[in-house]
């Protein structure tokens, strides 16, 4: 039986602990945070006998290293944001452990480097470890669609890969970490344009893309901060000449408007009675946690929160000679019908931590033939067809 040890108990824990729990591989599952009260509502939420709860600090490296060494884990997933990836990386090395995360804070941090876990790559390779990096809904599953999509062609013009939702309620409400959200959009982004890496300033590349259904008409998109449009190209098996990661939802031009017309993400400090504070820091003073599980049923069962999601994977090159376009999506569903199946889910987290749940099944499974450092859509064929079957 298999031993997990999650680091993080936000919305993405939730769904971990909801598919983990119920594996026959899986033994024990051991949820830490800073904040024990947000563990333990998952575990409570979830009920299983498997999950124990404990405090851990994300940025102590040591500390973590030290729990993870005691407690022999098979796997350790950083479930928690993404500023904290060097410490709990670090930490599964010192400890020998295999690690997933679902993504970077660092892009090309060093040249050619296109994120900060890889950095350690050779080191990783050399003790025989395994970390996949990047390995939940986007990136993730987007990686995943991309190295199909590029398997069926001869050669690729573009990759394009976009992330819809819609989100209806009657109160501010967080289904993801909005400061990782808003970290996004403010910093400039990097995509891979006539084959090389290129920083966009933020709210660039605007699109209006016609949606599948059931959303109806056209979204707005702009260019996103994420790993997909730096990382694929390098390791998707054949020269990829463009490749770009947008974001779109009903307001994001409200948050243009705050973020660039009334510049709140500025880290400048500004002098108010009493002292100097940023709008970066009253922003994030003022902006709503991720709901808890808990807060999450009362709103979708008493019908107050209604939520969707989609995930666009476009692919253009050729085959046998002839032009092809591959157009890939995949829905989450309805943040209600997420919530039914796994109590106090949504569908932003459904769609990010269902697929790191079967990538963390691959690893315990022993199905993921690699060792160091590594993005999803280095996966074989016969890897990602382990992936879609769960």
């Not at 939802?249 to 660039?260: A, H, K, L, S, Y």
């Amino acid at each position: 039986m298999k031993r997990v040890l999650i680091v993080g108990a936000g919305a993405q824990a939730n769904v971990l602990t909801g598919v983990l729990s119920k594996a026959a591989e899986v033994g024990e599952i051991v949820l830490t945070d800073i904040d024990i009260s947000r563990a333990e509502g998952i575990a409570k939420t979830n009920g299983s006998q498997k999950i124990t709860t404990e405090v851990l600090d994300a940025s102590n490296s040591d500390a973590m290293a030290k729990r993870m060494t005691t407690g022999h884990f098979d796997l350790v997933i950083n479930a928690t944001i993404p500023k904290f990836v060097r410490q709990v990386l670090t930490a599964a090395y010192n400890a020998k452990c295999n690690y997933l995360d679902m993504a970077s804070n660092e892009i090309y941090p060093k040249p050619g480097i296109p994120v900060e876990q890889l950095e350690y790559a050779d080191q990783w390779k050399d003790a025989g470890l395994l970390c996949l990096t990047g390995a939940g809904g986007d990136p993730g599953l987007s990686n995943i669609m991309a190295k199909d999509a590029v398997d069926m062609l001869d050669t690729v013009e573009y990759i394009r890969i976009k992330d819809y939702g819609e989100a209806d309620c009657d109160k501010p409400v967080a289904l993801w970490s909005m400061r990782t959200y808003l970290e996004d959009m403010y910093l400039p982004s990097t995509q891979t344009i006539d084959g090389t890496p290129v920083k966009c300033p933020m709210f660039t590349g605007e699109e209006d893309y016609p949606l599948p259904e059931p959303f109806t008409g056209t979204g707005k998109f702009y260019y996103h901060d994420h790993e997909e449009g730096v990382t694929i190209p390098l390791y998707c098996g054949k020269p990829v000449p463009y490749c770009d990661f947008k974001i779109g939802e009903p307001g994001i031009d409200m948050w243009r408007f705050m973020i660039q017309g009334l510049n709140m993400m500025s880290p400048e400090k500004l002098d108010f009675p009493g002292g100097k504070v940023s709008p970066m820091e009253m922003l994030f003073k003022l902006i709503p946690e991720t709901a808890s599980p808990r807060e999450q049923i009362e709103l979708y069962e008493s019908g107050r929160l209604e939520s969707r999601l989609v995930l666009i994977c476009d692919t253009a090159g050729t085959k046998d000679g002839e032009k092809v376009l591959i157009h890939q999506y995949t829905k989450s569903p309805a943040g209600k019908d997420a919530c039914n199946w796994i109590r106090g889910t949504n569908d932003v987290s459904w769609m990010t931590s269902i697929p790191a749940s079967v990538f963390a099944l691959m690893i315990l499974r022993g199905q993921v033939d690699h060792t160091g450092v590594v993005p999803p859509e280095i996966f074989t064929l016969k890897e990602r067809e382990l992936f879609y079957k769960g």
